[in-house]
Structures are given as structure tokens and as C-alpha cells.
């Protein structure tokens, strides 16, 4: 059976709001859900970007949905702390705490000062990330130089069940490199021949483990305010791999979007405002090779997008995707 999870943008939502709006997911139907962890929006009209750790541990304790992230380790964040912060939610929360960790982007990671590196130097550093954190949590003293430098770092409070270390990955290449090392593949929703290929890529390489898709929908009571809704806050956020991977503030996205219509959100954007094209669109998903899914209104109200969901969704789910 595939999971479905409620995605929570901190991007676009302040923390107590986009904690409210968790529990009302979970009332709606959602098992599971998952939220970015930036420093910076992907625009000034989002205005918003909470600290992802501090809100996760109140996310866990006031829900009993699972939870995951998407974490950057190696530049704005060190290894040993990430490591220590899994630990201690899966600690909290056995079982129910996972983390996809990438290769970051600049607009989050060049608050350091330090050079931002080239993707393959950045994929290096993320594999050097990924081994002291794994070796964190199995109770060793890493000490490590290269990339990063730890010095006989040690995490105390374990956890008993591992949490997962969920490769992220956009491209077909990046996506075959995580299997060598990932517990899973996380990845986000594009055109069905892309989508398969990156999946494809996973598992071709060996990766046995969940494949989980994130995907951008913007739903409201008409299409043209779903689509409006799209548009104010997602027109930064269309652009492809290394631009949106290399820009380092909101009014660098805010500029590039400048000349960004309506109709180009779509390429991006799941835009509906009934169930039908919405249970196609999971269905294609999981025709991909997905195994959780996560779908994230790009809005900043979901009453309508979680009444749809409740009402005339996840009813049929189990009948019409799964048949």
C-alpha cells in the first residue's frame, strides 16, 4: 500500500500555523507527512522559513503521523549535529523520524561565507556527511578530515530504531549515486518519462529501498484561484537544476522570475480544483514506481485541498489507484 503525506513548506507558513495545519492533515487522513528544513523562502511574498528541528519535535509530539526531512549537511550545518539531532528524535519517536539528505543549494548555504562548491565537490562532501552520520549513530567516535573535520565527535543518545538516511535526488545521474549509499530515494514529481527514468536510475543501480515523490499541487475551489494561488507563490520556484541549486537570496528568485506567466507555473504545478485529475495524477505517481507520496498544496490555506482530500480522495484510493 502506498503512503500518502502531507507536505509542510515552512517556506510559506509560520511554525504555530503550519503546525495546525499538520494536525488538520492528519484529521483529513494523511498517515504521514514530511517538511523542508531552509533558512531563507524561495520568495519575500512567502515571507516565512522556520527552524525545521525545533518544529519537528513539536510536529512529532502533537501528531502521531511519521515525519521526514530534507537536510543539507556539510556547509551551514555540521554533520555531527545533524547526526546528533536524528538521534535524538528517533530516540523521542521510534520509528517514525526519517531524513533525505542532499547536496544543499547556495540560497541556503552561503550565509557561511565559504565558497560554494561545484556539484560534484558538493556530492562528495554529502557522501563524507552521510558516513560520519551513520557511524555517529551506531555509538563509534568518528574523527574525519577532508570535505569536513571532525574531531573525536561521539552522539550519546541513541536511538534504538535507526532512523532512515533517504538519499534526495532531482537528476537520473544523482539518483543512481544515492543508491550506493541511501537507505531510499527521495525525489520530486516531473513528466511521467522523467520520472521513471529517475526512479529507473534507483533501481537499476540497486536500491531497494521506499521511493518517495513530492509533489506540487496548488488546489482551491476553482481552477483559476487554484492556479492564482500557484502563481504568488510557486513562480520563483519553477526554474531547473543548476539555477535554482546556484542562487543565494529571495531577490535573486524574485528577479529571475520577474518575467515568469501564470501558464509557466503549470509545467511545475499540479493545478486542480477536483479529485479526478488529482487521483490520475497519484495514480501516475505510483505507475512511476513511487512508494510514498507527498503532496504539498504550494497555498498557504488548505481547508479546501484537505476537505477534498477527506471527502472524495482518499476514499477512493485504495479502489481507483490501487486497481
Given at each position: 500500500m502506498t503512503t500518502y503525506g502531507f507536505h509542510c513548506s515552512h517556506e510559506e507558513i509560520g511554525p504555530r500555523?503550519?503546525?495546525?495545519?499538520?494536525?488538520?492533515?492528519?484529521?483529513?487522513?494523511?498517515?504521514?507527512?514530511?517538511?523542508s528544513d531552509h533558512l531563507a523562502p524561495?520568495?519575500?511574498?512567502?515571507?516565512e522559513s522556520g527552524f525545521a528541528w525545533s518544529w519537528l519535535g513539536s510536529a512529532l509530539e502533537g501528531t502521531d503521523?511519521?515525519?521526514?526531512?530534507?537536510?543539507?549537511?556539510?556547509?551551514?550545518?555540521?554533520?555531527?549535529?545533524i547526526a546528533q539531532a536524528i538521534a535524538t528524535l528517533g530516540q523521542l519517536y521510534p520509528g517514525r523520524f526519517w531524513a533525505a539528505l542532499g547536496s544543499g543549494e547556495a540560497m541556503n548555504e552561503h550565509i557561511t561565507g565559504e565558497r560554494w562548491p561545484s556539484k560534484p565537490e558538493r556530492n562528495e562532501r554529502l557522501?563524507?556527511?552521510?558516513?560520519?552520520?551513520?557511524?555517529?549513530?551506531n555509538g563509534e567516535e568518528v574523527s574525519h578530515r577532508g570535505h569536513v573535520t571532525v574531531d573525536r565527535a561521539r552522539v550519546y543518545s541513541l536511538p534504538e530504531v535507526q532512523p532512515l538516511?533517504?538519499?534526495?535526488?532531482?537528476?537520473?545521474?544523482t539518483a543512481?549515486?544515492?543508491?550506493?549509499?541511501?537507505?531510499?530515494?527521495?525525489?520530486?514529481?516531473?513528466?511521467?518519462?522523467?520520472?521513471?527514468?529517475?526512479?529507473?536510475?534507483?533501481?537499476?543501480?540497486g536500491g531497494t529501498g521506499e521511493v518517495t515523490v513530492q509533489t506540487h499541487l496548488s488546489v482551491a475551489s476553482t481552477r483559476e484561484a487554484a492556479l492564482a494561488e500557484?502563481?504568488?507563490?510557486?513562480?520563483?520556484?519553477?526554474?531547473?537544476?543548476p539555477l535554482c541549486w546556484d542562487l543565494e537570496t529571495p531577490e535573486a528568485f524574485d528577479e529571475a522570475s520577474r518575467y515568469v506567466e501564470p501558464k509557466d507555473v503549470e509545467g511545475s504545478v499540479f493545478v486542480t480544483a477536483e479529485a479526478p485529475p488529482l487521483l490520475d495524477h497519484?495514480?501516475?505517481?505510483?505507475?512511476?514506481?513511487?512508494?510514498?507520496?507527498?503532496?504539498?498544496?504550494?497555498?498557504?490555506?488548505?481547508?479546501?485541498?484537505?476537505?477534498?482530500?477527506?471527502?472524495?480522495?482518499?476514499?477512493?484510493?485504495?479502489?481507483?489507484?490501487?486497481?
Amino acid at each position: 500500500m502506498t503512503t500518502y503525506g502531507f507536505h509542510c513548506s515552512h517556506e510559506e507558513i509560520g511554525p504555530r500555523a503550519l503546525l495546525d495545519w499538520a494536525k488538520k492533515a492528519e484529521q483529513a487522513g494523511f498517515t504521514a507527512a514530511m517538511c523542508s528544513d531552509h533558512l531563507a523562502p524561495w520568495s519575500h511574498r512567502q515571507g516565512e522559513s522556520g527552524f525545521a528541528w525545533s518544529w519537528l519535535g513539536s510536529a512529532l509530539e502533537g501528531t502521531d503521523m511519521s515525519f521526514g526531512v530534507v537536510n543539507a549537511p556539510g556547509q551551514r550545518y555540521h554533520p555531527v549535529i545533524i547526526a546528533q539531532a536524528i538521534a535524538t528524535l528517533g530516540q523521542l519517536y521510534p520509528g517514525r523520524f526519517w531524513a533525505a539528505l542532499g547536496s544543499g543549494e547556495a540560497m541556503n548555504e552561503h550565509i557561511t561565507g565559504e565558497r560554494w562548491p561545484s556539484k560534484p565537490e558538493r556530492n562528495e562532501r554529502l557522501l563524507e556527511c552521510v558516513t560520519i552520520i551513520r557511524a555517529l549513530l551506531n555509538g563509534e567516535e568518528v574523527s574525519h578530515r577532508g570535505h569536513v573535520t571532525v574531531d573525536r565527535a561521539r552522539v550519546y543518545s541513541l536511538p534504538e530504531v535507526q532512523p532512515l538516511l533517504i538519499g534526495a535526488a532531482v537528476t537520473k545521474e544523482t539518483a543512481g549515486w544515492v543508491a550506493s549509499w541511501a537507505d531510499g530515494l527521495a525525489t520530486i514529481a516531473q513528466p511521467e518519462e522523467k520520472l521513471r527514468e529517475v526512479i529507473g536510475a534507483y533501481r537499476d543501480a540497486g536500491g531497494t529501498g521506499e521511493v518517495t515523490v513530492q509533489t506540487h499541487l496548488s488546489v482551491a475551489s476553482t481552477r483559476e484561484a487554484a492556479l492564482a494561488e500557484a502563481f504568488d507563490q510557486w513562480a520563483s520556484n519553477i526554474f531547473s537544476p543548476p539555477l535554482c541549486w546556484d542562487l543565494e537570496t529571495p531577490e535573486a528568485f524574485d528577479e529571475a522570475s520577474r518575467y515568469v506567466e501564470p501558464k509557466d507555473v503549470e509545467g511545475s504545478v499540479f493545478v486542480t480544483a477536483e479529485a479526478p485529475p488529482l487521483l490520475d495524477h497519484v495514480a501516475m505517481l505510483e505507475r512511476c514506481g513511487a512508494d510514498r507520496v507527498y503532496l504539498h498544496n504550494v497555498g498557504t490555506e488548505h481547508d479546501y485541498f484537505l476537505g477534498l482530500m477527506a471527502n472524495e480522495v482518499f476514499p477512493q484510493l485504495n479502489t481507483e489507484v490501487h486497481a
